[in-house]
């Protein structure tokens, strides 16, 4: 984010703290916020969550169905438990969505609220194939602002600050991403869903000129793979996402020099009309993500079913 036009405001380089970064952004009223505490709390959920869920993996779990196709396990429940109770301590004051707790009955643009999927990618839980995550994204005034998604079965965990920085986090140490340039459409990698690929991608593909594609669960982690450069594209055209799938992996992308939107190029707000993504995702490098959305503009109203 530029302060360099905001009067009286200074651009202030980034700090570092504890392994976290202290990156400042303007508010409406002009004034600086610190993240730090929100980015410790945050991971250190997402952590204690993992650890929770990798117990459960290792066990003889059961598995229920909120609906047809949408499984739901201990390892769900008990998450979401103790993420909401951590962000509750900490932040009394900051409204908190989560998948698996009672949803509020009037959403808020205005103000904190925290996004939370305790576990994205069921389905490649239930399956053991490792490719799930923690997520929890914090939008303020109805924008992603802060991610991070941790995926246990690696020890991987990306964090970033919406259009300032991404990094990932191993048992090696800390790498900070940012996103391929590369625009040529047949040099692209679509990334999709490895249990529910969507049947409207083949059109897609065809519309942009894409020829590469690899699968993979959990949306933090496709998010995860474009920014450290194994793919450039995920796109979901229907409307099968919820704002906890898509809060985290937006700030994250933003943060690593991407670009997150509906299918119509329009950002995705928080907290306004509905919580599912009602016209889609794209998130892309951000080098192609204008050749992308144009290539569809075609056939939105066809792909959204």
């Known amino acids: 984010m530029d302060f360099s036009s905001a009067p009286g405001i200074h651009q202030r380089e980034i700090r570092m703290y504890l392994g ?23 991971t250190r959920l997402a952590r204690e969550a993992g650890a929770l869920i990798m117990k459960i993996y290792t066990s003889n779990f059961s598995v229920s169905y909120k609906g047809p196709s949408d499984p739901v396990t201990e390892a769900d429940q008990l998450a979401n438990a103790l993420i909401v109770e951590g962000l509750r301590e900490e932040f009394p004051q900051d409204g908190i969505v989560a998948e698996e707790s009672p949803q ?38 109805g924008h992603a602002e802060l991610g991070v998604v941790y995926r246990p079965a690696q020890d991987i965990l990306y964090a970033g600050l919406s259009n300032q920085n991404t990094w990932m986090e191993t048992p090696s140490g800390r790498t900070e991403l940012k996103a391929s340039t590369i625009e040529q459409p047949d040099s692209l990698t679509l990334i999709v869903s490895r249990s529910h690929r969507n049947p409207h991608l083949d059109k897609v593909k065809n519309q942009i000129g894409l020829t590469k594609e690899f699968p993979c669960g959990s949306v933090g982690l496709k998010i995860g793979a474009i920014a450290r450069h194994d793919a450039d594209v995920y796109i979901e055209p229907g409307p099968y996402t919820s704002l906890w799938d898509a809060c985290a992996p937006d700030a994250i992308m933003k943060g690593a020099g991407g670009q997150f939107s509906d299918i119509y190029g329009k950002p995705i707000l928080y907290g306004y009309d509905t919580l599912k993504n009602t016209k889609g995702l794209v998130a892309t490098n951000g080098a192609c993500h204008d050749h992308v959305i144009q290539s569809i503009s075609s056939i939105t109203e066809q792909i959204r079913s």
Do not use: C, Q
């Open 104 to 141: 509020p009955a009037n959403l808020s643009p205005t103000g904190k609220v925290w996004y939370v999927d305790p576990l994205d990618g069921t389905k490649e839980f239930i399956n053991k194939n490792g490719e799930f995550s923690v997520m929890i994204g914090l939008a303020i005034d």
């Open 20 to 42: 976290l970064l202290l990156v400042h952004i303007k508010t409406e009223r002009g004034m600086m916020k610190d993240f730090s505490k929100e980015l410790t709390i945050a």
